[in-house]
């Protein structure tokens, strides 16, 4: 990174991370010397694993679609944010096959620059498949069905990463969130392989192995996020670090790691979660993550007896009644903010409806409330944490502080969903009214304040055009952040916040949520209040069964040049007439009536600059149409849009 975003970096620290920061530097240093002469790792003379007390049964299809993935796996085929793969069944651990680029292997951990693709390629590439994700399908496919070929292939790669993959050494040791989710896969893969008669000689007789899990714990426990970045990463430190303390409680720190790991775990829990239960990061797929992560850490210390605090159940018991309320009527919640398709543990096969599957889990821990939806789906990942919780649900007593009726609104996060059913489907829209991010560097948010974004029957048809890309890619990591890239107004060719890096924004729009009831949301922001014409941007959204009305005012003195746009979904095909745009999609039409006094265009599938694209998820992206009003308006002025179904 260049020294002047250093300087805006660290403009985002207090002292005391500044101070902390400081520390790990000396550190790092410190431990330069164990790259080539590892520190020692000692254990405990007596050693075992507890798995899970009785193997619970599994829908037939979810076990299906599990054996059919795995099978995909053993015979090396994959795929990572879109780059397929077939050399998975001996993977080169440090080969990026997007770029083609190997990072360096024989390298101080911390002396690699890894957000560079001229040195590593796209880390994201490395990074995922190191998870070993892929193993705890494998894992679970032997368990399920006995057939020793997916143990042994877990063994194969379990054995090939230890040896290629040394403490402090390459780039897999260089992130936290990295380790905190691998070891949370190796207790599971140490779980689901318990029936295997190779899997005591894999783990606890290993000696190998043994060091490699003592030093996962080691340095988590020495380089925990803080501060400005103690956001999902930290998350996924202390969860990986309670699991693998409370599973592998095989040395002599691991009673202090644990009650450590217990203790950060249940504070920055409450930390990244509003009281609404919405995580604070406002990037949805990150309240997935999050709420992986705080189940399986938590419910690994309770099997291991360790008292696990009231408030982090609540926490989780929150969170899926967050999620349970802004879904659609497909069971999918908002595309708001950063998204890179993270999970926290993954036992099921491709196909398998992670939302559905996460409510399916909230209600077996916890218990549904009246309102949730219905989840018709299979999952391998519930009934393996149920019988994990073991009656968690009659040991609880957090009912009272769950909602009774289905929230719309939930004011902390500044999310409301207005929605009606209708006979051709449900209308789903969701306003942005809510802060601009997490912590002081909002590091996942995008710069959409007063966005909507609007479904029919789980259609996008006004839709958040997703994430794409984090590294490697800066003008299209910029378009999917933008002001323009989202569904509200752009004034004067500038973003609402101020970005400073790829995970850094210097100023944050302010939103204040002006009005809210069932089909009524009004709110207005300051990101245009700073500079020579300063102005504010007012938006009022209305649902009134089949339409929608969407009014922006501009309050200040000055003209400004303006571009309004309306980003649809990959289904929807769009005939712009005028100010009259007639959208269709199968089986459905709409029309939506555009503001006079803005010129209209449409685009689809521009690269110089980018405009007109549609992220499914990280890595890849696919043409989709985007209508574009410019013009000026002045304070004062009023654009009307009108979005009317099935016409």
């Known amino acids: 990174m260049s020294p002047g975003w250093y300087l805006r970096r660290l403009s985002r620290m207090g002292p005391r991370e500044v101070a902390g920061r400081a520390g790990d530097v000396l550190r790092k240093r410190r431990w330069r010397k164990e790259f080539t002469t590892p520190a020692a790792a000692t254990w405990l003379p007596r050693r075992g694993f507890a798995p899970v007390p009785a193997l619970p049964e599994v829908p037939a299809d979810a076990v299906k679609r599990l054996v059919e993935t795995a099978d995909e796996l053993m015979a090396g085929r994959g795929e990572y944010f879109g780059v397929p793969r077939e050399d998975l069944v001996a993977p080169d651990w440090s080969a990026d096959p997007k770029t083609g680029r190997r990072a360096p292997e024989d390298v101080y951990t911390f002396d690699i ?46 054995r090939s990463w230890w040896a290629a993959n040394p403490p402090l050494h390459g780039v897999h040791w260089v992130s936290g969130i990295e380790l905190g989710v691998r070891l949370l896969s190796w207790v599971w893969v140490r779980r689901l392989l318990d029936g295997w008669a190779g899997a005591p000689a894999l783990f606890e007789d290993n000696p190998g192995a043994l060091a490699q899990i003592w030093h996962h714990q080691r340095w988590l426990a020495a380089f925990r996020s803080r501060g400005s970045s103690a956001n999902n990463h930290v998350i996924a430190e202390t969860a990986g670090q309670l699991a693998a303390a409370s599973a592998f409680a095989w040395f002599p720190q691991s009673v202090g790691w644990r009650a450590e790991a217990m203790r950060a775990l249940d504070e920055h829990l409450r930390a990244n979660t509003f009281d609404s239960g919405l995580n604070r990061e406002l990037a949805t797929e990150y309240h997935g993550l999050v709420l992986e992560l705080g189940l399986a850490g938590a419910l690994e210390a309770r099997a291991a007896g360790v008292a696990v605090p009231e408030s982090t159940w609540l926490v989780l018991a929150r969170m899926c009644d967050a999620l349970a309320a802004v879904v659609d009527a497909a069971l999918h919640p908002p595309r708001q903010g950063d998204a890179d398709d993270g999970h926290g543990l993954v036992v099921d096969g491709a196909g398998t409806h992670r939302w559905g599957s996460l409510l399916a889990t909230g209600d077996v821990l916890f218990g549904r409330r009246d309102w949730w939806p219905t989840v018709e789906g299979t999952d391998v990942r519930t009934p393996l944490l149920a019988a994990l919780a073991d009656d968690l649900a009659d040991d ?252």
Do not use: M
């Not at 207005?418 to 560097?441: K, Y």
């Open 113 to 158: 620059a890894y957000r560079s693709e001229d040195v590593v390629g796209d880390i994201k590439q490395l990074w995922e498949p190191s998870r070993h994700q892929h193993l705890t399908v494998l894992a679970a496919a032997y368990a399920l069905t006995g057939d020793e070929r997916y143990a042994t292939r877990v063994a194969e790669h379990l």
């Open 396 to 647: 609880l007593e957090v009912t009272a502080a769950r909602p009774a009726e289905r929230p719309t609104h939930f004011a902390d996060a500044g999310l409301t969903v207005l929605r009606t059913a209708r006979g051709t489907g449900e209308i789903w829209c969701r306003c942005d009214g809510g802060p601009h991010g997490f912590l002081s560097i909002a590091a996942h948010a995008h710069a959409d304040a007063l966005s909507v974004e609007v479904r029919h029957d789980g259609v996008d048809v006004l839709a958040d055009p997703g994430t794409y890309c984090y590294h490697g890619q800066p003008g299209w990591r910029s378009y999917f952040r933008s002001t323009l890239g989202h569904n509200t107004l752009e004034l004067d060719g500038r973003d609402q916040s101020t970005s400073g890096g790829p995970f850094l924004w210097t100023r944050h729009a302010r939103t204040t949520v002006l009005r809210v009831d069932d089909s009524r949301w009004s709110a207005e922001h300051d990101g245009y209040a700073t500079g020579g014409k300063p102005a504010t941007h007012r938006r009022t959204v209305t649902l009134d069964r089949g339409e929608l009305h969407i009014t922006d005012d501009v309050h200040g003195r000055s003209e400004h040049a303006c571009r309004l746009s309306y980003h649809l979904g990959p289904a929807i095909e769009v005939e712009l007439d005028g100010t009259t745009a007639r959208l269709t999609w199968p089986g459905h039409t709409a029309e939506l009536h555009l503001p006079a006094g803005l010129d209209w265009s449409a685009h689809r599938g521009e690269t110089n600059p980018p405009l007109g694209w549609y992220s499914p998820g990280f890595g890849r992206r696919e043409p989709a149409w985007t209508v574009l009003g410019s013009g000026r308006v002045r304070g004062g002025d009023t654009l009307l849009t009108l979005l009317r179904f099935d016409v």
